[in-house]
């Protein structure tokens, strides 16, 4: 799928998110996949400027993240809810280190879920983010997420802050479990 | 590369003699060091504003080195770092090797032990073969070796930036002194942007 078909297929709110990503110079895209990026992951790949790198698990993404800042480059993350377990002690690099970093988390386990499985991470990351020194910042409408994501984009990179910013399950649409 | 490189790799070198052979034939390559002794391996080889040292941060140093040599594809980056911690970030050698960018090389120092805590056994002592994880998970330049005369070839594929390269270093389980790094990250951050020309904020 080309750049522009990408572009129109899906919500638009989502497409204003690699808008912003674009506008802040981000050069890096790291992912564990998660549907509702899939979007996101599909712009990166397809463009030419941004280097895009799946991980295995989410905590390689904080440490590339800091790599990617000492070469000169803005680096982000996008995860799910459950990845922000796996990243805790990775994370004490970014206090340690003083790296700027911005993640993009999509929530599960807060609103219409299915499954049980989820909710207790879903439950513990905010918290699990703010104790190790992550600032959050929360999108739960279409219309706010790219202000959002604009503001945790330049908190990160122009103050040098750490920046998780949440995308609602209710934003991002809880999965339908039933097959009609 | 490979047919240059000592073919069975049974001799076991030691470490700070290895590692100061290779980075002194490495000037312009950026350098990652993993927590603990290779850390100070590097910074005892000579402290340089080119080395970032992880004082923490266990199992990411090779994606450290990945988001680094992304970043800057103009340059060589090496991650110098031991088997422990290696292991700890074993899928990062997955994400690696998806990505291959040629300016990378990842140097696991390998006693075989976890050598900061007590000298207990590593799984590499217990059956893992790296070369052939490092392969496996797409790095075709992935050898053995434990001479330093070795140092030339590898440094030669380093600066050639041909590929990315996986070495495993046997070395002796032993425990030079401690050559103890600078420990304030901020200060290490910025001194390294600072010598790649990189503007503070």
């Not at chain 1, 790291?30 to 790198?53: C, K, Q």
């Not at chain 1, 440490?63 to 796996?86: D, I, K, P, T, Y």
């Not at chain 2, 988001?67 to 103009?74: I, N, Q, V, Y």
């Amino acid at each position: 799928m080309n750049e522009a078909s990408l572009a129109a297929t899906a919500p638009a709110w989502q497409e204003s998110i690699f808008r912003a990503f674009k506008a802040a110079r981000v050069r890096q895209v790291a992912y564990v996949p998660d549907a509702g990026h899939s979007h996101l992951i599909g712009r990166a790949i397809a463009d030419e400027e941004i280097d895009d790198v799946v991980l295995t698990t989410e905590e390689e993404g904080v440490a590339l993240a800091c790599g990617a800042w000492l070469g000169g480059e803005r680096a982000v993350v996008l995860m799910q809810s459950s990845g922000v377990g796996n990243c805790v002690n990775m994370l004490s690099l970014l206090q340690s280190g003083g790296f700027p970093f911005f993640a993009l988390v999509t929530m599960r386990g807060e609103y219409g879920e299915f499954n049980p499985w989820q909710v207790p991470m879903g439950k513990a990351t905010q918290a699990a983010l703010e104790l190790m020194g992550i600032q959050v910042l929360r999108a739960s409408r279409a219309e706010e997420a790219a202000d959002v994501v604009s503001a945790g984009l330049a908190a990160a990179f122009e103050a040098g802050e750490r920046i998780a910013v949440l995308l609602g399950q209710g934003l991002v649409g809880h999965k339908q479990w039933e097959r009609k | 590369m490979g047919a240059e490189v000592s073919a069975a790799a049974t001799k076991r070198a030691e470490r700070r003699e290895f590692v100061a052979a290779l980075l002194a034939r490495i000037p312009q390559a950026l350098v990652v060091s993993g927590l603990g002794s290779p850390t100070y391996d590097v910074f005892a080889a000579g402290d340089r504003d080119r080395n970032y040292y992880l004082w923490g941060a266990m199992g990411g140093a090779a994606s450290l080195g990945l988001g680094l040599a992304l970043s800057r594809p103009d340059r060589s980056v090496v991650v110098v770092t031991g088997d422990g911690e290696q292991l700890m970030g074993l899928g990062s050698l997955a994400t690696i090797g998806a990505k291959r960018p040629r300016n990378l090389t990842i140097v696991v120092l390998d006693n075989g032990h976890y050598g900061e805590t007590g000298m207990q056994r590593s799984h590499s002592s217990l059956g893992l073969d790296f070369v052939a994880v490092a392969r496996g998970c797409g790095i075709a330049e992935a050898f053995a070796t434990g001479d330093c005369a070795d140092c030339d070839a590898i440094a030669r594929r380093i600066d050639a930036r041909a590929g990315t390269t996986f070495v495993r270093v046997l070395i002796e389980a032993n425990q030079p002194p401690r050559a103890l790094a600078p420990r304030d990250g901020p200060y290490v951050k910025n001194r390294f942007r600072s010598a790649l020309g990189i503007e503070p904020l």
